[in-house]
């Protein structure tokens, strides 16, 4: 991964104070805070912690104004100050089954129990720029009983919606019940769980480093390879989506000298599990598959796409489809990743000089005579 | 319980940047300018330098029982897992160089992730400049001098045998009271 660029030392503090400039931008014009961007930006704040692989919503939102809202540099920011960061334990696996919801829908079932929850989306939105948004008047600033000694972005309330019961039935436990669910690869907690961060990607990949790797990838490359599966790159049967939720849970930590666990936080969360009906050659005797997504903050388009790429790395053998990018682990997981991608294409902007004398020397050096090669044998 | 560093922070970035120095310079003796009481058979510079490479993800091997006081200080203060096994082992200490094994029985890595071995941490008896292991390799301009009291002479040729497998190899720190001094794989070790 390409880091820091070396040059001149005047331009480079030159450069620096320019891009300080251009990032404030016209003073006349206030300058935007912090609380802002947590407030009113809350899905970049979102993506930027979940491709930052930090759950820290401040330092979220001060590296997207120090980016000036260029979310993959954003992210870099992010990553860079999660490396500093003391790492003291793992905290207990959060379950999601005990999430706050605020939004839950399945497209498998129509009566799912609890109910489709539409929650907040831009799914019904019209799309239209509207303009009076920006003139309308805010309603009076009432701080809410509920939220008064939390921070916004910490409590369910906090979004002034109200949550839903503490705990809503999976939906994927009816087909469970049934029998109709493969059983997936057993996954590892804690001390004995891989660290994407701790340890290079090598291959075969585990699921375990799989959702990893997926959950803090792109989420332009994550969604573009997810939908070349969907037109007929590597899946040939219709995905369903059977049940995505977002919420908030709660993190909890047992201290080793405590012996019991504590309470240290909350996030949110969007989690989907998309569903499939086997291949029939395979002949399996379950009938339906899973793939899961889980990603920080709220980001259905991203936990959807990551599903689709889990169930397609799955690496079901023998189906003919596993020369599509979308069937190939080592194709998706090796580039779903926006800080190395950006730092190995960006590289080129540095001095190249010698690498491209020897180009040079090299086309002089031909031959006069030489003709273009016709491809021939 | 004897407490750990005086200041976490400070403490551990003094005796990584003198780790630093004694590892790009074999030979070079390296003091941080540190105060750290250790349980008895735990050198002041061992502590140290186990205080600050380890916490709750790392893996410790150790010649000591894991029930007595230098273990359990050291687990108390990082939060290290204990391996009874050294080719699990990330980290190893010896806190007595009279019975040191084979290095072979340590990880020394693989060709491909030659930074999975495990790095020796020894208590040596004494630890001055004389001639009596000569040192070259990366980080010598030619050649340096350094003797260890206590290290059985057979140590350096099993030494020599397993780095043969470079880039795969076990470095080694040696400690004798507050002092440290590195040999990395890269160098060469002759007894003189």
Sequence with gaps: MYVAVKGGEKAVK????????????DLCVQKISVDQITNQLGLGVDRVMAEGSLYDVTAAAMAIQQAQGDMTEAIFLVRAFRTTLKRFGNSIPVQTTKMTAIRRVSG??????????????Y???????????????????????DTASAPPDQTAAGDGISPLPGELPRVIDLLQAQ??????????????????????????????????????????????????????????????????????????????????????????????????????????????????????????RKAMSMSLLDRSLAGEKNTGKNGYPARDPEFILSHCDNVESSGFVQHLKLPHYVDFQSELVFIRNRPKDHTPDKGNP | MLKGFDSEVFDSQAVFRNLLLAMANPGTIAAPDIHLSCPDRLAPGAGALLLTLLDFETVLWSDLDPETP???????????????????????????????????????????????????????????QDQKLRLTGPGIEKEAFIHYAGIPPEFWENRAIMNQAYPA?????????SRITALPRTTKVAVC
């Design chain 1, 14 to 25: 030159n450069s620096q104070r320019l891009v300080a400039k251009k990032r404030r931008g």
């Design chain 2, 70 to 128: 230098e273990i359990k200080w050291v687990h108390f203060h990082t939060g290290t897992r204990l391996t009874p096994a050294p080719d699990r082992a990330g980290f190893a200490l010896f806190t007595d160089s009279e019975k040191l094994m084979d290095p072979g029985r340590f990880n020394p890595g693989t060709a491909a992730s030659p930074d999975l071995s495990t790095t020796l941490v020894i208590q040596t008896r004494g630890l001055d």
């Design chain 1, 123 to 145: 799914d019904y939105t019209h799309r239209l720029i509207a303009s009076d948004q920006d003139h309308a008047p805010d309603p009076p600033c009432e701080q809410d009983t």
């Design chain 1, 108 to 121: 498998i079932f129509k009566d799912i129990p609890g109910g489709q929850v539409l929650g907040p989306t």
């Design chain 1, 179 to 300: 029998g109709l669910l493969q059983q997936d690869e057993t996954t590892s907690f804690g001390d004995t769980a891989e660290d994407l961060t701790r340890q290079p990607l090598a291959f075969p990949v585990s699921r375990n480093l799989r959702l990893q790797t997926l959950a803090r990838g792109d989420e332009g490359f994550i969604l573009g390879t997810a939908y070349s599966l969907q037109r007929g790159f590597g899946l040939d049967r219709h995905p369903f989506l059977g049940e995505l939720k977002v919420g908030y849970v709660a993190v909890r930590y047992t201290p080793p000298e405590l012996g019991f666990d504590i309470h240290v936080g909350r996030m949110k969360l969007t989690e989907c599990v998309m569903v499939n009906r086997q291949n029939d050659a395979a002949r399996k005797a379950a009938g339906f598959e899973t793939g899961y997504g889980l990603v920080f903050g709220q980001n259905e």
């Design chain 2, 169 to 177: 190899g076990i470095d080694m720190i040696l400690v004798h009271a």
